[in-house]
């Protein structure tokens, strides 16, 4: 046992410890006792210092005293008292005791000995349904090349195989039912495909059918899909108008990038047929802001004019950005110095939002805006998303997977929308691929907000679901860092601008 | 805190959850309430008062203890050859069903005023304090 330390046997270190006689809270007393660095990540912004700590993910600005004491903690670990004296010319030593009992609460110090590993914690009853992915048909008219379902890396085999080509409307009767009997308080049915508006016509009888139940049962229930836009026809854009759903157009910038891969059979562009549907949308569709999602390759990187493109010239409310799920040796795929060109693109616009932000002007970027209202929450992951959690998807014979990307595969099915989740298989899941799991993140600082990456793009890359995507780490650790920086920068200069992430939460949980 | 400043919500709650015990200034904490003048003070096994079918019984210091236990500072002979293992201080001088060393000093040879100050250990517990080694 450590000796309790009195002014007096403070002496016998290196400093006197002035009006200090409980010692540091928390920690072990003793200026013999020597700490450590806690696991946290820092960053400046507005020329203030900030921690994100690891695995809460809390941010706190730290004032000058503890800014002093992680600089020198950086070098190595040290005894207090040495501490106490190195800093003792700029902080008295009260003060610096001080600190380092706030560091010590929030973990971003602890004692040198070595800390008990974090326990896996798993969801102890089931968490309702969120989100029900229902992709009513796997047909597409587009052959768009990196095609996660009709490409070269496809998992499930949509052109012979045994799922149906759509969604019959019994099937997506007993989807809406299912996603009812799962859901809280409201279910969000999300369409999607294939091309989702070829099967429009199962899709029409299917929102009607669920808003007819959804009010007999005295449940919510909202509606979006995903469209390549190919098939928006006046009276589809009424009914989506109408019935306000949400849309999120597939598009991946000006003629020359959306030509390069969104093709139809015949190897002829999309651009000029969706272009002018995408406008008529825009124009007509004003009950939910409508936002593209754009796929990047190794020849579409230029984010800033798809930006301008998509937002400035075509009118999308937001545009969110996502590197194309393949495996490395396809030509499409994008390398280290791809991504390194992409974060550096990412930066520049993520620069923009922020001037807009504080400017008080929406800006439509939405990847920096999903990012900064994790950030807001504080959210410490242990799977990266919501998929086979909160999240399910349906084939078009009425399995239910992991997540719409897994839809039709048997190996990560959990069970169908009849017979209902399965729950032993459910579990077995999430034990696997829990974070702790995941030996390469517990190094990681920015495990708490990626949890080891998509699963579909781990298993397109490595085979596996269970294994981090190890080749965008980097990335991921570049991002965060400048989504920290724009969210510190924001907490100090408009900080009523975060106020609208308060409730993200609170929304989330009363529709269970 | 005055040096840290909670920026997320999480932060928030991470400075809500660690939040020390309020000292007597601030009021009594919610956990100390049986005694106001010890608010704020170590109560221990005391904390909430007994229940109120037990009469209330004679106040024994949790911890402390007015007999001398070899077994620390000296062996049984009086020296340092047979000094008692961890496991077996841990067992000696418990308080009751407490099974935490509340070891005493030797008081006949290292520290013999150390209860000098305590004339009645239900009242004067406080002042003794700790020694060390010499």
Not at chain 1, 138 to 157: F, R, S, T
Not at chain 1, 166 to 190: C, H, N, P
Not at chain 2, 3 to 9: E, S, T
Not at chain 2, 74 to 98: K, Y
Request: hydrophobic letters at 35%; one cysteine or more.
């Amino acid at each position: 046992m450590r000796e309790p330390v009195s002014d007096e046997r403070a002496d016998h270190g290196v400093t006197k410890i002035a009006g200090v006689e409980a010692g540091v809270p928390g920690i072990s007393p003793g200026v013999d006792t020597v700490v450590r660095l806690g696991e946290f990540h820092t960053f400046e912004a507005a020329g203030e210092r900030f921690g994100y700590m690891v695995p809460s993910a809390a941010v706190f600005a730290f004032d000058a005293c503890a800014s002093a004491i992680v600089a020198a903690l950086g070098e190595g670990p040290r005894t207090i008292g040495d501490l106490t004296a190195a800093l003792e010319p700029r902080f008295r030593p009260d003060e610096v005791w001080d600190t380092l009992g706030e560091l010590y609460r929030v973990r971003a110090i602890a004692e040198a000995r070595a800390s008990a590993p974090l326990p896996t914690i798993l969801p102890l009853t089931v968490i309702p349904l969120q989100t029900l992915v229902v992709n009513v048909t796997n047909q597409c008219n587009l052959a768009c090349e990196y095609c996660y379902e009709y490409g070269e890396d496809k998992i499930v085999d949509t052109e012979n195989g045994q799922q149906p080509k759509f969604m019959s409307e019994e099937t997506a009767r007993e989807a809406i039912d299912f996603a009812l009997r799962e859901s809280g308080k409201t279910a969000m049915v999300t369409f999607f495909g294939g091309e989702t508006l070829m099967n429009f016509p199962v899709l029409k009888k299917t929102v009607a059918y669920a808003r007819a139940r959804a009010a007999e049962i005295g449940k919510g229930i909202d509606f979006s899909l995903t469209t390549n836009a190919t098939l928006l026809k006046p009276d589809v854009i009424d009914f989506l108008a109408e019935e306000r759903i949400g849309v999120t157009i597939s598009i991946d910038g000006p003629q020359e990038i959306q030509d390069k891969f969104r093709v139809f059979n015949n190897g002829k562009g999309s651009y000029d047929l969706v272009a002018p549907k995408i406008k008529a949308l825009l124009a007509r569709h004003k009950s939910r802001p409508i936002g593209a999602r754009v796929t990047l390759t190794r020849q579409t990187l230029d984010v800033m004019k798809i930006y301008r493109h998509l937002h400035d010239e075509m009118g999308f409310w937001e545009v969110g950005f996502a590197p194309v799920t393949t495996a490395p040796q396809r030509g499409h795929a994008i390398g280290d110095a791809g991504f390194d060109h992409l974060l550096s693109q990412f930066r520049i616009l993520a620069q923009d939002f922020l001037q807009a932000s504080l400017e008080g002007r929406h800006h439509g970027f939405s990847n920096v805006r999903e990012t900064l209202q994790e950030i807001h929450q504080g959210h410490a992951k242990a799977y990266p998303c919501g998929a086979g959690i909160g999240l399910l998807g349906v084939a078009t014979d009425g399995n239910v997977s992991l997540c719409h990307r897994f839809a039709g595969s048997e190996t990560h099915s959990f069970g169908s929308v009849t017979g209902g989740v399965d729950r032993a298989k459910q579990a077995a899941f999430l034990d696997t691929h829990h974070i702790n799991h995941k030996t390469d993140c517990q190094s990681c600082w920015a495990r708490p907000i990626c949890a080891g990456g998509c699963y579909h793009e781990a298993h397109t890359r490595y085979g596996s679901t269970t294994g981090p995507n190890l080749h965008y780490c980097e990335w991921i650790r570049g991002w965060t860092h400048t989504c920290l920086e724009i969210y510190g920068e924001l907490a100090v200069k408009n900080p009523g601008f975060l106020r609208q992430f308060d409730g993200a939460d609170d929304e989330a949980s009363q529709r269970h | 805190m005055k040096h840290l400043n909670a920026i997320n919500r999480k932060a928030a709650r991470v400075e809500e959850v660690t939040q020390p015990a309020r000292s007597s200034a601030e009021g009594p904490s919610p956990a100390v309430t049986a005694d106001p003048a010890s608010t704020g003070d170590v109560v221990a096994l005391q904390q909430g008062g007994q229940p109120p079918q037990q009469p209330e019984g004679p106040h024994i210091p949790p911890g402390c203890s007015i007999v001398f236990s070899p077994g620390w500072e000296a062996d049984r002979t009086g020296g340092t050859a047979g000094l008692c293992q961890p496991v077996e201080r841990d067992l000696f001088d418990c308080h009751m069903g407490c099974y935490w060393p509340a070891q005493v000093p030797d008081q006949l040879n290292h520290a013999p005023d150390w209860t000098a100050k305590c004339a009645a250990a239900q009242k004067d517990w406080r002042k003794i304090d700790l020694v060390f080694p010499g």
